[in-house]
């Protein structure tokens, strides 16, 4: 099974995170930031991994350290459970829509850090969370995980279901992206033989 765990300490956060990539999508959350819990418990369920976050952050200040900080315990423990990625199929890609919104996520775990964020949040929050984090949480998941992340909105207006239906999109497309290759088992997904 490939499931690791992580511990992150800073000035700013505290953060124990467990994932298992083979899992079926259970979550156990406690962030500090209640927004953040239901795209998490949705990432989990949509990815069929197993997740469990637990976070003791600075939100007397704001969410943005916490939000920040998980994204990059999550993007470090997606690196680590793939290991060398033999066998894995590298890309996954997912246009899924909710609603009235439409949201494409691609993937590709090349080894090299790139996200292209094409979002257009239209309210700076929804509850009290900050909209703009959602691009922070995904600028830290792939500079740790090492994945070229592209999301696009196709459409849509509803910032909740904006950020809801990203959350669900990128977690489908990792679950494809990270999914083993049964034929291709001994093989790293790359002609150079390394990723």
């Known amino acids: 099974m490939r499931t690791v765990a992580i511990q992150r300490k800073t000035a700013e956060t505290d953060i124990d995170l467990?994932?298992?990539?083979?899992?079926?999508?259970?979550s156990t959350l406690d962030t500090g930031c209640g927004f953040l819990d239901h795209m998490l418990t949705l990432f989990a369920s949509h990815g069929?991994?197993?997740?469990?976050?637990?976070?003791?952050?600075?939100?007397?200040?704001d969410d943005h350290h916490t939000v920040e900080d998980i994204g990059i315990a999550l993007g470090q423990a997606f690196f680590e459970a793939l290991g060398d990625k033999r066998g894995i199929h590298r890309y996954g890609d997912t246009v899924l829509p909710m609603d009235e919104t439409l949201i494409l996520s691609?993937?590709?775990?090349s080894g090299r850090a790139y996200l292209g964020f094409g979002?257009?949040?239209p309210t700076?929050?929804?509850g009290t969370?900050?909209?703009e984090l959602v691009e922070e949480f995904w600028l830290?998941?792939?500079?740790?995980?090492e994945c070229a992340l592209h999301i696009r909105q196709l459409a849509g207006k509803n910032s909740h279901h904006i950020i809801e239906g990203t959350f669900k999109s990128v977690a489908r497309s990792l679950r494809q992206a990270v999914r083993i290759d049964t034929e291709f088992k001994d093989e790293i997904p790359s002609t150079k033989g390394v990723l």
């Open 18 to 26: 467990k994932l298992n990539l083979d899992g079926s999508g259970k």
């Open 48 to 61: 069929r991994f197993d997740l469990s976050v637990t976070c003791k952050g600075d939100t007397y200040v």
């Open 106 to 109: 691609a993937v590709d775990f």
């Open 119 to 121: 979002l257009e949040i």
């Open 124 to 126: 700076q929050k929804v």
């Open 129 to 131: 969370f900050d909209t």
């Open 140 to 145: 830290g998941f792939i500079r740790k995980a």
